[in-house]
T-cell receptor, first 114, second 113 residues
Framework: NAGVTQTPKFQVLKTGQSMTLQCAQD?????MSWYRQDPGMGLRLIHY???????DQGEVPNGYNVSRSTTEDFPLRLLSAAPSQTSVYFC?????????????FGPGTRLTVT | QQQVKQSPQSLIVQKGGISIINCAYE??????FPWYQQFPGKGPALLIA?????SEKKEGRFTISFNKSAKQFSLHIMDSQPGDSATYFC????????????FGKGTLLTVNP
C-alpha cells in the first residue's frame, strides 16, 4: 500500500493564481480531510469528507474548495491564491467506524504564495 | 474558541530525562484522545491514544495519563532519546462528529545528547 499520497511536494504561486493540490489513498478509507499547518497554530481542519459525493467545511474553509468523486481521491482547490494561504497542507484519511480511529497523514505540500 | 489547549509550546530535555506535555480539553463529548508525532518534513503519525474509560495507557517509553474530572491528559516520554526530538500534537474527537480531530497547537521537543 502506498498509503496517503500528495502532489506536488512544493509549489510557488503568484497572488490570484489558482491550483489544485492532489490527495489520494489506497486504503479504502471513507473519511478524508485537509489540514493546514502554520507555525504556532497547530493543524487546522479546512474541509473533510465522509464518503464519495459528501463534503463539509472545517474550521478554516474560506478560499478553498473540495470535491470527492471517488473514495480514493480528495483534491483541494485554491480558487484565487492569497499570501495568507502560504502554509503546509496535509491530507489525511481514516476508517469511519474504526474504534481507535487513527488518521493517516500524507507527506504534505509546502505552498508559497507571493 | 480553542477546544484543546496544549503546553508547553517548546521543551528541551536532556537524554535520559522525562518529557511531559500537557493538554486540556473543554468538550465533554470527546471520547478519543490521540497523540501524534511529527518529524521535520514529514506528516504527523499516530503515536499513542487513550479512551476515557482508563486513566493510563503505556506503550514502551510512552505513557498517556488521563484525568477525566479535570478534563486533562498528558504524554510522558521516559528515558528521552535524541531520536524523540519532534513536534508532538495532542488531539481529541467524539460526539456527533466522532471522526473529526481537534488538535492542540503542538509542542516542539528537543532532546539534547
Amino acid at each position: 500500500n502506498a498509503g496517503v499520497t500528495q502532489t506536488p511536494k512544493f509549489q510557488v504561486l503568484k497572488t490570484g493564481q489558482s491550483m489544485t493540490l492532489q490527495c489520494a489513498q489506497d486504503m479504502n478509507h471513507e473519511y478524508m480531510s485537509w489540514y493546514r499547518q502554520d507555525p504556532g497554530m497547530g493543524l487546522r481542519l479546512i474541509h473533510y469528507s465522509v464518503g464519495a459525493g459528501i463534503t463539509d467545511q472545517g474550521e478554516v474553509p474560506n478560499g478553498y474548495n473540495v470535491s470527492r468523486s471517488t473514495t480514493e481521491d480528495f483534491p483541494l482547490r485554491l480558487l484565487s491564491a492569497a499570501p495568507s494561504q502560504t502554509s503546509v497542507y496535509f491530507c489525511a484519511s481514516s476508517y469511519l467506524r474504526d474504534r481507535e480511529r487513527p488518521q493517516y497523514f500524507g507527506p504534505g505540500t509546502r505552498l508559497t504564495v507571493t | 474558541q480553542q477546544q484543546v489547549k496544549q503546553s508547553p509550546q517548546s521543551l528541551i530535555v536532556q537524554k535520559g530525562g522525562i518529557s511531559i506535555i500537557n493538554c486540556a480539553y473543554e468538550n465533554t463529548a470527546f471520547d478519543y484522545f490521540p497523540w501524534y508525532q511529527q518529524f521535520p518534513g514529514k506528516g504527523p503519525a499516530l503515536l499513542i491514544a487513550i479512551r476515557p474509560d482508563v486513566s493510563e495507557k503505556k506503550e514502551g517509553r510512552f505513557t498517556i495519563s488521563f484525568n477525566k474530572s479535570a478534563k486533562q491528559f498528558s504524554l510522558h516520554i521516559m528515558d528521552s532519546q535524541p531520536g524523540d526530538s519532534a513536534t508532538y500534537f495532542c488531539a481529541a474527537s467524539g460526539g456527533g462528529s466522532n471522526y473529526k480531530l481537534t488538535f492542540g497547537k503542538g509542542t516542539l521537543l528537543t532532546v539534547n545528547p
